[in-house]
């Protein structure tokens, strides 16, 4: 089963403004990653925050975590069209072995 | 090129045949990890091994899907008698275990199709 759910599950945006991607999830964790995937392609990974981190930044990308609430969310800021792709969150903890759990995603669509 | 590979990419099948996918995970790492991807759906863990030494298996992994990873390097994937729900992208991914919570390295991918 998977642990992540991301809100929304699609998101349609103007080129130029930001994208907003939350997270939520359900048991502890060690680090919380987020990945992109091209439609049809394989994953990117984009960002990684340990559970003590609060916020970490990367060129554009943006992450914040709340272990208290148990979530996190990816901020893209003047988005692109070639961020059109699907955004998935994914949780590993030591007692899963690292096993990626990964959520059901959140597509999201640049409008030119 | 020092990352992940996965072969083939792309596979084809017809019902009750057998396929076989290998992945070649980065050379020191000493985890590998296999996800099934269905449409629409984030990837969900198969199994996993630590050098040549298989961990564990989900529940999705049925009698039909067999994994190796004879040698600790690569590793290979099998699915014997096909059936339509098994058309999905099969994606591999290396680690190493000596950085716990280590970053995952993906592999591109075999997209199966089950006619």
């Known amino acids: 089963s998977q642990q992540g759910e991301e809100d929304p599950q699609a998101l349609s945006i103007q080129e130029g403004e930001n994208a907003t991607m939350n997270c939520s999830y359900k048991?502890?964790?060690?680090?919380l990653q987020w990945y992109r995937q091209n439609s049809g392609r394989g994953l990117v990974h984009l960002i990684l925050i340990r559970s003590n981190e609060r916020e970490k930044h990367s060129g554009r990308l943006r992450v914040t975590l709340d272990t208290s609430k148990k979530s996190s969310s990816l901020l893209i800021t003047a988005s692109r069209a070639a961020d059109t792709a699907s955004y998935f969150c994914a949780t590993v903890s030591y007692y899963r072995d690292d096993k990626i759990i990964f959520g059901k995603g959140t597509r999201l669509h640049i409008l030119p | 090129d020092t990352g992940v590979s996965q072969n083939p990419r792309h596979k084809i099948t017809k019902r009750g045949q057998n396929v076989t996918f290998r992945c070649d995970p980065i050379?020191?790492?000493?985890?590998l990890y296999w996800y099934r991807q269905t449409l629409g759906q984030g990837p969900e863990f198969l199994t996993y091994f630590q050098n040549e030494a298989q961990l564990e298996k989900s529940r999705l992994l049925s009698d039909r899907f067999s994994a190796e990873r004879p040698k600790g390097s690569f590793s290979t994937l099998e699915i014997q008698r096909t059936e339509q729900g098994d058309s999905a992208m099969y994606l591999c991914?290396?680690?190493?275990?000596?950085?716990?919570?280590?970053?995952?390295?993906f592999g591109p991918g075999t997209r199966l199709t089950v006619t």
């Open positions: 048991t502890s964790i060690n680090n």
């Open positions: 991914a290396s680690s190493s275990f000596r950085l716990a919570g280590a970053e995952q390295y």
């Open positions: 050379s020191e790492h000493n985890r």
